[in-house]
């Protein structure tokens, strides 16, 4: 078959994958099945082999993330549980005062709490930055509304243990401490610099508090209630969803156990010691991959650095943990929800790896390899390009990642790129124009108290700063991998 016609038959699967989630809203995940084998018939490989190439993407990124992502959501659903996110946001507003607040809630978001399901985080902290916002002063509620979204949203792309950063590094065999290196390298930059950006446009005009703000809204006392109801109050806007009311970020639905009744208190531990296990597991996965590019046989630390054991760690840690604060019976509804919610995830993340996989079956990466030279600069910018207009078709900031990094993924080792360049320009493309069939930007819209019009600046062009923002801090790190 021609190189032109994989070309036209590889922008049509993809396509009709968008068409069939947008315009017809089938689920993305049955539209990515149907996108896989478009291709892999209008390419040739044939039934048997397109079947095959279509299971097998899918069994392998399960092999490389799987575990990682069950996990790492069952881990963030504990720490939910222990009412561990609540005491850090409050602890970070006593030891850096209100006007840090925006940046140290944005770094602790994007960071330390990524193992927490996105919703889950959300649902949890905007209640509390809602209240804190008046004490910033002027422009509070927009300042924490964008940081909360370029938070969030930066939090799933870039840092380990996000579910589309696992999702990317296995799809492009990235070392996960390779990946939390450097997205640690790249996330803590792009929320400060995106926040300092918003944060000067608003001082210059860019929200209008009359307009931006809902005068609509009521606080409540109750963290949880609140909560609850504002979560609610998101739902009509999830008619818009591409994915069929599953949640816009096709990865992130609002677990029903969120909004749920006030909970006696169990006994309260430190701060510290409630993320020691996650903080140990992310501690190990970094030493895992000094060791590993040291060349080092340590065989106990290549053991206990191995992201599967390392995260199996910070899982038990976290448990007994849980059943100390909490209880028994209170950390095993939390590992129910975290089942719950990880089952989704999972499924969308394997066929996003059979796309990708048929995508090179068919020989796209041999013919994209002759487009472009030894440069490392264009591919990155194209795969930034690609991930982003999928986003502003799709909606789901996990699907466009993985689309486009599987379009350039057989192509890397040939152009020179670094794996992890591609992943990394994958998830920020992805961020650009979060917007109305995002379920994230009606959650921050109703509870952050914003109007959509508040919303479309805070969230749609805030995230969108994140993303230009990001893909410009990659680029020099490409001329040094």
């Known amino acids: 078959m021609s190189d032109i016609a994989v070309l036209v038959n590889t922008a ?12 017809f809203r089938v689920n993305p995940v049955i539209s990515l099945v149907i996108g896989s084998v478009y291709l892999g018939l209008s390419t040739g490989l044939g039934v048997t082999k397109t079947v095959e190439t279509i299971t097998g993407g899918f069994g392998e990124i399960m092999v490389e993330v799987g575990l990682l992502i069950a996990f790492g959501v069952l881990m963030g659903s504990i720490l939910n549980e222990t009412g561990a996110i609540r005491r850090l946001v409050e602890h970070l507003l006593r030891v850096f005062g209100p006007k840090r607040l925006p940046y140290t809630m944005g770094l602790a978001i994007g960071t330390a709490l990524q193992s927490i399901f996105l919703d889950v985080l959300l649902v949890i902290s905007a209640p509390l930055a809602r209240r804190l916002a008046p004490k910033i002063g002027r422009l509070g509620t927009a300042r924490m509304a ?7 949203e930066c939090g799933i792309v870039f840092m380990v243990p996000g579910v ?16 939390l290196v450097f997205g640690l390298v790249l996330i803590v930059p792009t929320i400060i610099i995106s926040i300092a950006i918003m944060s000067f446009l608003f001082h210059k005009g860019f929200w209008n508090e009359a307009k931006d703000e809902d005068a609509t809204f009521i606080e409540d ?33 609002v677990p029903a156990a969120v909004a749920v009744e006030e909970r006696p208190e169990g006994k309260e531990a430190p701060l510290l010691v409630l993320f020691a296990p996650l903080l140990t597991a992310l501690l190990l996965i970094g030493a895992g991959a000094v060791v590993e ?10 053991l206990l650095g191995n992201p599967v054991i390392a995260l199996l760690i910070g899982l038990i840690g976290t448990g007994v943990m849980g059943r100390f604060t909490v209880g028994q019976a209170r950390v095993e509804t939390a590992i129910t929800t975290g089942f719950k919610e990880s089952g989704q995830i999972l499924i969308l993340t394997g066929v ?36 982003a207009v999928l986003h502003i078709a799709v909606g789901s900031v996990t699907l466009s ?15 020179g790129i670094d794996p992890v360049l591609i992943a990394l320009a994958a998830g920020a493309g992805s961020l650009f124009m979060v917007h109305v069939t995002s379920n994230t930007f009606w959650l ?7 109007s959509v019009r508040g919303a479309l600046k805070s969230v749609t062009v805030g995230v969108s700063v994140a993303s230009v923002v990001a893909i410009l801090l990659i680029l020099p790190m490409s001329l040094f991998l």
């Not at 590019?293 to 290549?302: P, R, S, V, Y």
């Not at 994209?368 to 990155?380: E, I, Y």
């Not at 921050?444 to 914003?450: A, D, K, R």
């Open 12 to 23: 049509v699967a993809v396509l009709a994958t968008v068409v069939l989630i947008v315009r």
């Open 146 to 152: 964008t940081a909360m979204a370029i938070a969030l």
């Open 164 to 179: 589309a950063a696992l999702a990317l590094a296995g799809l492009l065999g990235v070392p996960l401490g390779k990946m």
């Open 221 to 253: 006392d109750g963290e949880t209630s609140n909560a609850g109801a504002a979560a609610g109050g998101a739902n009509p806007g999830r008619a818009n969803s591409p994915a069929g009311g599953s949640g816009a970020e096709g990865l992130e639905p």
């Open 293 to 302: 590019i040291l060349k080092l046989e340590i065989a106990w630390l290549q």
């Open 352 to 387: 996003g790896g059979s796309l990708a996989a048929t995508v090179a079956a068919a020989g796209l990466g041999d013919i994209l390899g002759g487009f472009f030279s030894a440069s490392t600069v264009a591919p990155l910018l194209v795969v930034w390009g690609i991930a």
């Open 401 to 415: 990642a993985i689309t486009a990094a599987g379009l350039l993924a057989p192509i890397a080792p040939a152009l």
């Open 444 to 450: 921050l819209q109703s509870l952050l108290g914003q």
